[in-house]
């Protein structure tokens, strides 16, 4: 089976052509070769597969909605970030939650940079940009060794904003529609007067099918939901060679897209049979037997249009799966700076689009750091423009009073 860097996470994620402005009209591309891991690396994957799993049951448990989208690449990626920028508990219940067993830090760090630069080159077919960012306030002390980690695995651009201007909530979330193609616009609703920093990662997919769907066979009709009513669809026809599978509760259909580096794995349950019921049993391990079992036949395929837009509160989901302390007041992210943080939110924006041509997705994970003592200390950075005087305190009358608009070296 190949490297399953076809991952879940990036088949959840969907599709297609490398860097934001590519093509996606190479001719005659060959077809995808692996991602070459390190010794040992394997078992990331399998890890952050077992993540995926376990993040979509937990995001629907908290859900109120009969959809759910999410990407657990997003999610990682800057849930690795903060993994970085924590210690002691806090750290560990973090590795916890991600799956992080039996790796070095250095390990783990060069894992994602082997894993985002390799999906980034594996189609140039398809379109895929991932981008990550660490955006602190004004004046607030952040250490180099945390930034310096997170540039060098994490490709991280490192910027600082003043959080108290009604333009900062703009220039961060205009940073977030540029990542993704203007498909996630406004992530961040808020900025926290108590907000200090932020970790974010955004990925965009594009891809075309391998097999494209011939639009004059869509044809409108009922699909079955969740809750028993009948709604109707666009629903996508054609009949031809794709990798399948079933068994007692499920079939499995692998779509591919660009050079057949990313594809769609679809699971389907049998009648009787619930997606819950399908996803109890699913795992890293299982989700791997299933691939391996894949073969090559000719399959009548019929697949709904559909686009879905949501936004999570990712905290519930992330105490769910053992991530506690990083969400109180005894948090230790003193590698990121001596002051105390906690993380005040998780906001997991994502979009998803499919038709006949392909399927374009998005996901921006945006993780939001406060300072724990209420109320925050200020900041007073004077490296702009000031009014000064010198007064006397008993009658308050101005000695001198003056405004400095240029300050040189002295």
Known sequence: MKTMVTLLTVAMLLSSCSGILTSCTEPDVREAGDIQLKVGMQQKVTQDN???????????????????????????????????????????????????????????????????????????????????????????????????????????????????????????????????????????????????????????????????????????????????????????????????????????????????????????????????QVLEEMDAESFSQVYASLRSQTVNVYFPRFKVEQKFEMKKPMQALGMLQAFTDKADFSPISEEDLLISRIIHSTFCEVDEVGTEAAAVTVIEFETTSLPMDPYFVANKPFIFLIREKSTGVILFTGKMGKVEKH
């Open 50 to 276: 077992d993540f995926a799993f376990d993040l979509l049951r937990q995001t629907i448990a908290e859900a109120n909605d009969p959809n759910v989208f999410i990407s657990p690449l997003s999610m990682s990626m800057a849930l690795g970030m903060a993994w970085n920028g924590a210690a002691g508990v806090t750290k560990d219940e973090i590795a916890q939650a991600l799956r992080l067993d039996g790796l070095t830090d250095d390990e783990v760090n060069e894992y994602y940079k082997i894993i985002r630069e390799g999906l980034l080159s594996v189609d140039p077919k398809t379109r895929l940009s991932i981008a990550n960012s660490i955006w602190y306030h004004d004046g607030f002390p952040v250490k180099d060794s945390f930034l310096k980690v997170n540039k060098n695995f994490f490709n991280a651009e490192v910027r600082s904003l003043d959080f108290s201007k009604p333009s900062a909530l703009k220039t961060i979330n205009d940073w977030c529609a540029a990542a993704t193609q203007n498909r996630i616009k406004e992530p961040l609703d808020q900025i926290s007067a108590d907000a200090m920093l932020y970790l974010i990662n955004a990925i965009y997919f594009k891809g075309s099918w391998v097999k494209q769907f011939d639009k004059t066979k869509t044809y409108s009709t009922d699909f079955r939901a969740e809750a028993g009513e009948n709604t109707q669809v666009n629903m996508m026809v054609q009949k031809d060679s794709f990798l399948y599978a079933e068994d007692e509760r499920a079939q499995y259909l692998d779509m591919p897209y660009g050079n057949k580096a990313f594809s769609m794995t679809v699971i389907l349950p049998k009648d009787g049979i619930s997606t819950s």
